[in-house]
């Protein structure tokens, strides 16, 4: 997108938000409207189902007593027997094997991990293999692959002029690596939330906990960004971020009007707004150095430009300025000025002001209160998504009136309410969901079940998913051989030099990498929810014809041709193994053989064309 491109888009789409807003005004819309005049109006407001306080459940009493593993399991099983539906047969062990690894590392099993497993015929088997996962440094990259589209991860911005980069994030990877860190040193996820939101007023902050100011840190910054109205979307994206991110509410529609669905007003809006007008962004060292402007490097041939590499991305406390109400969100008419501070729908009565500076700690510690109804259950649907495949609440980040309802309310609720008892432990939680009996059924279909559920709401089968494109493109280095085990700064995806983890690349606002596009990662200009799944034609075309397929299938025929003692069907068999977690059928290794004995023709070996081929199978894309 161009600069006249970029200012076309925003010119229209600050047309359409004064245009909507009047609408929203209007007698007739007004019908739509959340009205809370009095306290009456509030209790009827908090008595929706997400603002109230989640109850730890009794576990229900189901018939079929013999089936379930976990406590999960009985509030599955109890839906499923309402419905009058039954569980499916667990999946085999090399089916799990594989689902399990790929679910906490986003990686492929080895195929001694697949025969260990196979072999060890103890009662604990499978939690000694999860456990192992568990520890293993890759979870925290599998999770940190979830969270970045979350905080909406990026180190550029939407626009630029020339080749001028000052408002560009090199140092990003900071965050990123706090972010792994934490997830694999389980830190518990209030002190997560409040880290990211206020390391630098917390008393017990170490300095290695300052990247995660990074959530707000590398937020977009919008091009003229020193007027008010600018500003103003700058503050809009903060609110939308940390409240559908944490708390699962569209808090930003109430940025010129009361929302007309759920109980959140404009002053509700400004309250939080004014939090981030009261913060600035920053690029600082853990040592309180800040980086003098002009005082910058040349990085390459391209003239962009780089800061010191120890600069990190991060906020500040600003002056303290309580925000008015800009009327239908016109920076130009301002109604009652509002002091900073929460919801008042998950508040006691009247909010309470923020009186510390920005009040950025006090937000935080509102969010993180384990009192709060919607913290924990934000989170526990996020991982139950993560694991599963689908999440309980179909719209993780809108859990107001305009979201979808529980499949299982009371499932989720004793998981929000498990999660806060057991320490805000992600590990924990993952370890509750993968141990469970529901995890570990097959995907196989069933015409009858699905005449009922068609769409497996209440968790009849495991769900079959396609991988996302971190674990896709990482799992096709893994099987060639070529992953590299590093992180740090971020390179671009299209560099042939780069072997790393698909984390580890680099993420742009103002040109998403066209592979990424093509296997549907979310836009970096906004907080994201969930990952879209498509099928077109040029995901095909990709693995028919990039330059990094062509590589990996000719990196994977050099390591399955490395042994010479190794007969053709030995080899076929071991790439199944590499590739699938699976011996191959007998059919699909005859077929291999007679194909693989013909004559090469082309610029590739007939080794090459095979392993492009299993590369290229829907098998290696989708998980049972």
């Known amino acids: 997108m161009n600069f006249l491109q970029i200012h076309l888009r925003i010119f229209s789409l600050s047309w359409i938000r004064l245009f909507s807003s009047f609408l929203l005004v209007s007698p007739s819309s007004r019908l739509l409207a959340v009205e809370l005049e009095n306290a009456d ?243 600082k060292t853990a040592d309180g150095e800040v980086e003098e402007k002009g005082k910058k490097e040349e990085k390459d041939d391209k003239k962009s430009k780089s800061i010191n590499p120890k600069m990190l991305h991060i906020v500040e406390e600003s002056e303290v300025k309580d925000l008015n109400v800009f009327l239908r969100g016109n920076v130009g008419q301002k109604g009652p000025q509002v002091h900073r501070r929460f919801l008042e729908i998950l508040c006691d009565g009247q909010p309470v002001p923020f009186e510390q500076g920005s009040g950025r700690l006090e937000l935080a510690s509102a969010i993180a209160d384990p009192q709060n109804p919607l913290t924990a259950r934000v989170m526990a649907n996020r991982i139950w998504m993560l694991v599963f495949g689908n999440p309980l609440v179909a719209t993780p980040s809108n859990f107001g009136n305009l979201g979808g309802r529980p499949a299982n309310p009371h499932l989720l609720d004793d998981l929000a309410m498990r999660f806060t008892e057991n320490g805000w432990s992600v590990k924990w939680l993952v370890r509750e969901m993968v141990l469970s009996a529901a995890f570990r059924q097959s995907s196989r279909s069933d015409p009858a079940k699905a005449s009922i559920d068609e769409g497996n709401r209440f968790l009849w089968r495991m769900h079959r998913r396609r991988l996302e494109v971190e674990q896709w493109r990482d799992a096709v280095l893994f099987v060639s051989g070529d992953l590299e085990w590093i992180g740090g700064k971020s390179r671009e995806l299209d560099d042939p030099g780069n072997l790393r983890r698909t984390v580890y690349g680099r993420v742009s606002r103002l040109q998403l990498n066209d592979f990424l596009v093509q296997f549907d990662y979310p836009d970096a200009n906004v907080h994201s929810s969930r990952r879209p799944v498509t099928t077109t034609a040029t995901q095909k075309l990709f693995v028919l014809n990039s330059p990094f397929i062509l590589r990996q299938a000719k990196s994977l025929a050099s390591r399955l041709t490395a042994n010479p003692s190794d007969d053709t069907d030995a080899r076929v068999q071991n790439a199944y193994r590499m590739l ?45």
């Open 41 to 283: 109006d509030w209790r009827k407001a908090r008595a929706f189902w997400a603002f109230q306080s989640p109850i730890k459940q009794l576990a229900p009493v189901v018939k079929k007593n013999d089936w379930a593993r976990r406590r999960i399991d009985y509030f599955v099983l109890s839906r499923l027997e309402q419905e009058g539906l039954g569980p499916s047969p667990e999946a085999s062990r090399q089916t799990l094997i594989r689902r399990v690894t790929y679910a906490l590392t986003g990686l492929p099993p080895v195929p001694e991990e697949i025969d260990r497993f196979l072999q060890d015929n103890s009662p604990d088997a499978y939690e000694l293999m999860v456990e192992r996962l568990l520890g293993s440094s890759r979870f925290g990259e599998r999770l940190t692959s979830m969270w970045l589209t979350v905080a909406r991860y990026a180190e550029d911005q939407a626009h630029q002029v020339g080749d001028d980069a000052q408002n560009f994030y090199p140092n990003a990877h900071h965050y990123r690596k706090w972010v792994i860190d934490a997830f694999n040193d389980d830190v518990p996820y209030d002190r997560f939330i409040k880290l990211q939101l206020a390391a630098d007023l917390m008393g017990d902050t170490l300095k290695s906990d300052l990247p995660a100011l990074g959530f707000i840190g590398i937020g977009p910054k919008y091009y003229n960004r020193g007027r008010l109205e600018v500003m103003a979307d700058e503050w809009e994206d903060r609110v939308d971020t940390v409240t559908r991110s944490f708390l699962g509410l569209t808090v930003a529609c109430a940025r010129c009007h009361d929302h007309k669905f759920d109980p959140i007003t404009m002053k509700d809006y400004y309250g939080l707004a004014g939090v981030f007008a009261s913060t600035t962004m920053v690029n």
């Open 580 to 624: 699938y977690g699976r011996v191959p059928e007998p059919n699909e290794t005859r077929w291999a053989v007679e194909f693989l004995d013909k004559p090469g023709s082309g610029e590739m070996s007939r080794w090459e064309q095979y392993a492009q081929a299993l590369l290229a199978a829907n098998e290696m894309m989708y998980l049972d």
